[in-house]
């Protein structure tokens, strides 16, 4: 089932992603992650854009939109062979830093001990610890996406006109209390299988962003 993917659009603050090469006991072995990395790249399996994101954006003179992309499991299910059979691993670790805020280490490492890492840093601010858990696991697939070259997004800059749908009123799914106080994707599907045809249709946006909300929560979890 293809669930929707709601963007969050909270202020956050980056630090730039910092691609630093650290290369492993002997000069060579950098020379070696690189043959290993190509070899595995050229027997990545076709990744499949499986999810759809749809943003509603806080201007409101501008038109909501969606894209499609490919969830981290469909990129580590797709890529992760063709890396442990070249001796390649892909690592990400997430930690609280001293002075608040969570940092983002991902890391390719060759059995040389060569290393490809990647270092995101990124401020809470004034999110909730669910809107932020669902910002970290987007960032998390975005930073997995770039280190491994690999097309996991749909590209967003393909309209002939940048300002298209500006004006528009964007269009809010409307709430039903059920899905709402929901406290698992059980419990929300059962909500969903009971209501009538016509108010599955009627709610179906909603359902497919309280979906996203409860799949992001458990893997902040």
Do not use: W
């Not at 009123?169 to 994707?185: K, Q």
Request: hydrophobic share 40%; proline share 7%; net charge negative.
């Amino acid at each position: 089932m293809n669930h929707a993917e709601i963007v969050p659009l909270t202020e956050l603050t980056c630090q730039p992603i910092d691609m630093n090469l650290i290369p492993g006991p002997a000069p060579e072995s950098l020379g070696q992650l690189f043959e290993a990395l190509a070899s595995a790249q050229g027997e990545f399996m076709p990744i499949a854009k499986n999810r759809t994101a749809h943003v509603i954006p806080e201007d409101s003179r501008k038109a909501p939109y969606s894209y499609d992309y490919s969830d981290m499991h469909e990129i580590r299910e797709k890529t992760t062979p063709a890396l442990s059979k070249h001796s390649l691993a892909l690592m990400q670790i997430v930690t609280d830093k001293p002075n608040g805020g969570t940092h983002i280490r991902t890391i390719i490492a060759h059995k040389s001990a060569a290393r490809v890492e990647s270092s995101l840093s990124v401020v809470r601010g004034d999110a909730d610890i669910k809107t932020f858990g669902a910002t970290i696991t987007i960032l998390r697939r975005y930073i997995v996406a770039a280190m491994l070259n690999v097309a996991g997004e749909a590209d967003l800059d393909e309209s002939p006109d940048p300002n298209a749908g500006a004006g528009l009123s964007p269009v809010r799914p409307e709430v039903h209390t059920g899905m709402r106080d929901a406290t698992s994707i059980g419990e929300l599907s059962k909500v969903m299988s009971g209501l009538p045809k016509d108010e599955r249709a009627k709610y179906n946006p909603y359902f497919e962003q309280r979906m996203q909300e409860l799949r992001a929560a458990q893997e902040a979890a």
